[in-house]
Each structure stands twice: as structure tokens, then as C-alpha cells.
């Protein structure tokens, strides 16, 4: 299947004038980029938090990923492609157009390519973001939010929640490599900070602030169009989708900032308070930040879990990165360090 997806011959008919294509391996998909156009087809594993393992599996989750991705990106994502076996040869065809008499034995999803030198992380990467770009995210996420199903969860649960996710951190980020001195002080300053401000949280649960959002808002899935379009919702787990604008928001300006664009983050979210009419508590922000930072310190360090890791170099750095970030997020929720409130481009 993967060397055939990786031939020209493949896309011939679906995309104009191939001459080569693209595969690109992830954690959890192989994309194949052909032309103007982007197949992406997941590859059958299981983790505690996904199930693609079956060809059924597969198929619903690629109904998913189109349907939740028209919200923030919409007319990128075309529909889903058949990957089928008949009379004794692979072939792709659209959904409207598989053939009825070939066995389908994969499913993919069918995008649109964007422009890379127009997405945010390599716009970022050339320090040629400007202020106007990201208010136009602003406008973009704003109405997302606003229009963005509400969910009902109950405020203990809500809370319970960090708790969980905080009990994952402790496993895997205190490793020896870690200075687990450091981190551990960390997660229990994080522990202190959630008991002391879990009445915040579960307001934003009572008060109807929880809604079903992208999952996954990092730079890398921005594309700077007119207007921007926001790709790769989460689309797996509905749960890990249901979250405060304003903890996606503090997670997106986290990985700006990591990125080396500290203040789109401020700008960012300063934009999508005035818009969406809100000015959540103060200690809010930073808290949303230092548990996002811890989190992702553990979904770097857990890719060295896997059988044959790959960069595997770049996690423990990374992870560090990350704890140093959630240190400095606490020290601003205890009150101890004021947060950057600027909205300008430097």
C-alpha cells in the first residue's frame, strides 16, 4: 500500500501533473503529497487514547477529521478516498466514484495542499509574522469559539480532569534524565496551584465556558491564507477536544513562545477577549499554561517509549524546555511574576 500511495501512477486522474511524490511519516499517519493535493491515510495502531487498529476504525475516523476540519478550515478538506483492490491491482478513487464490484481496503483523507512558506511555524521560523496576521487569527478563532457547541460537563469532573492528566506527568517526567529534583518540585508546585484555583476552574465549567474545540491549536496548523485556516483538528478523542477557548489559546501562545515568537501569544489572546466579550480571572492564563507545558513535557519524553524512536536526541531538551516553562507559568499564577499584556509586534 505505502509504495504504491508513493507512486505518481497512484494519483493519476486526482491530481494534475505529478511527476513525484512526497511521503511524510508522523506519529500516527503517513501523509502523501502529490501536486496540489494531499492524501493522508493513518496507520493502524492502538494507544490509550485512540483506536485506529481496524480498517473500520479508520474509515470513522476519517468521516470525522473532514467533518470537524470544515469549521476552522473550510474548502481544504475535499472528502475521503477509496483505496481499493480489484481485478488483481491497487487502485484510488473518490468516494462518489470507488467502483462497486472492488473490495475497499482503506480509507484516506483527501486535502488540499497549502502553500508551507504561508504556514505560521515557518512564518515564525523567518520572523515575518506581523501584527495584522495574527489579528486576522484573531477574527478567525473568535468566531470559532463563539459559535462553538457548548459542553455540558460537570465541575468536579471538570477538575478532575487536570488531576488525571497530572497523574500521567508524575509517571513519565520523573526520569532520571530529567533532574527529577527540579521536576518533581515542579509537578507538586502544579499540584498546589490546581487545589488552589480549582474553584476557577469548575466556575468556567458551571458558567457554559467549556465548548468542542480544535484540540490541537499549534503553529504548525495555522496556514496565513485570507483568512487563515486552522487544519488537523483533533478529531480522535472528543474528550481531548472539549476544552476553555482560553486553555487552547494559552497552549497556542506556549508553542509560539517556544517557537521564538513570545508575543503573539499576548496579542492573540488580548484580540480574542475583546472579541468573545470575556476577562477570565487572572491566575487563569498561567495555570492553563503550566499544565499544558507539563503536558507536553510528557508527550515529548513518551516518544522515547516507543520500540524505535525517532530524533530521539531531540525529546529529553525538549522536555526540559517545557518544565522550565511550566516553572515560570506558576511563579506567574502565585502572582509572583507579572505577564506580558503587550499586543505589539516587536
Known sequence: ???FLGTPAAHAGHADAVSAVETIETHMSWLFVAGEQVLKLKKPVRYPFLDFSTPAAREASCREEVRLNSRLAPGIYRGLMALQWGDGRLRLAP??????????????VWMRRLPRERMLDRQIAQASVTAADIDALVGVLAAFYRRATVVEIDADEYVARFAREQAINRAL??????????????????DAALQGHASTLRARATQGRIVDGHGDLRPEHVCLLRPPVVIDCLEFNAALRQVDPFDELAFFALECELAGAAWIGPRLIDGCRAALGERPDAQLLPLYTAYRALLRARLALAHLLEPQPRTPKRWLPLARRYVARARVALDECDGAVTPPTTRGNP
Open 1 to 3: 500500500m505505502l509504495r
Open 95 to 108: 468516494e462518489t466514484a470507488a467502483d462497486a464490484r472492488a473490495a475497499t481496503i482503506d480509507w484516506l
Open 173 to 190: 517526567l520523573l526520569h532520571p534524565g530529567l533532574q527529577p529534583d527540579s521536576v518533581a518540585a515542579t509537578l507538586d508546585h502544579f
